[in-house]
């Protein structure tokens, strides 16, 4: 079955670091992309980037360039969304999610179920 | 960016209504548009991609149409499993973006 398992709920502080995961399954991890977005609270949702897992291409929104890191890990067919000093603005929802088809159509037919992170001190 | 708007943010309808969201980029992407249906507490569900093709699985009643800046989404015949909030995304180039939302209300 194809699907993405995303890891669990995270409280942390202000100022602390995090790294959440997207761990596939199903088909052939290093030829399709992998997104995350992200949804406040009661908001709407925000493309964050989007990483090609077989040479580690990545795009960033402008408005996440530079907040988070995108990365994978080949070996176990897992994404990852990382901060180094979290704030309590980064509270939201975080989904990865794979386009539909390899190739750069980014419309995401796949998604995590979503990992909630709570920043609060 | 590209600026992706949706109207209206909030609708009501009845049960066996027909039912059409708007959606207008801020410059021309081609039909470079998916629609997403999120419930509450749930990921978001691909809807329709390329403007109009329909996701596998996605029921009839469910269209969308549109090319260049303006877009729709229409249900033709609304169910109450269609309570959700809708999303548009545009994904020309190298950025994507996604509308603000509208809400169904049944």
């Known amino acids: 079955e194809v699907q993405l398992v995303q890891s669990g709920a995270e409280v942390k502080k202000p100022g602390e670091s995090l790294k959440i995961s997207c761990k596939t399954s199903?088909?052939?991890?290093?030829?399709?992309?992998i997104g995350w977005v992200r949804q406040k609270p009661g908001k709407g949702l925000e493309w964050m980037g989007i990483?090609?897992?077989?040479?580690?291409?990545?795009r960033y929104s402008p408005s996440f360039q530079g907040q988070v890191t995108i990365s994978v890990d080949k070996s176990t067919n897992a994404a990852y969304l990382q901060w180094s000093s979290l704030k309590a603005s980064d509270t939201a929802i975080y989904y990865c999610?794979?386009?539909?088809?390899?190739?750069?159509?980014?419309?995401?037919?796949?998604w995590g179920r979503g990992t909630p992170v709570i920043v609060s001190s | 960016d590209i600026q992706m708007t949706q109207s209206p943010s909030t609708l009501s309808a009845s049960v066996g209504d027909r039912v059409t969201i708007t959606c207008r980029a801020s410059q021309s992407i081609s039909n470079w548009l998916a629609w997403y249906q999120q419930k509450p507490g749930e990921a978001p569900k691909l809807l329709i991609y390329e403007a109009s093709s329909l996701d596998s699985g996605v029921p009839s009643r469910f269209s969308g149409s549109g090319s260049g800046t303006d877009f729709t989404l229409t249900i033709s015949s609304l169910q109450p499993d269609d309570s959700a909030t809708y999303y548009c995304?545009?994904?020309?180039?190298?950025?994507?973006?996604f509308g603000g939302g509208t809400k169904v209300e049944i």
């Open positions: 990483i090609y897992p077989d040479d580690s291409e990545t």
């Open positions: 999610a794979r386009p539909a088809l390899p190739g750069a159509d980014w419309y995401f037919g796949l």
């Open positions: 995304q545009q994904y020309t180039g190298f950025l994507l973006t």
């Open positions: 199903g088909y052939n991890f290093a030829t399709y992309w």
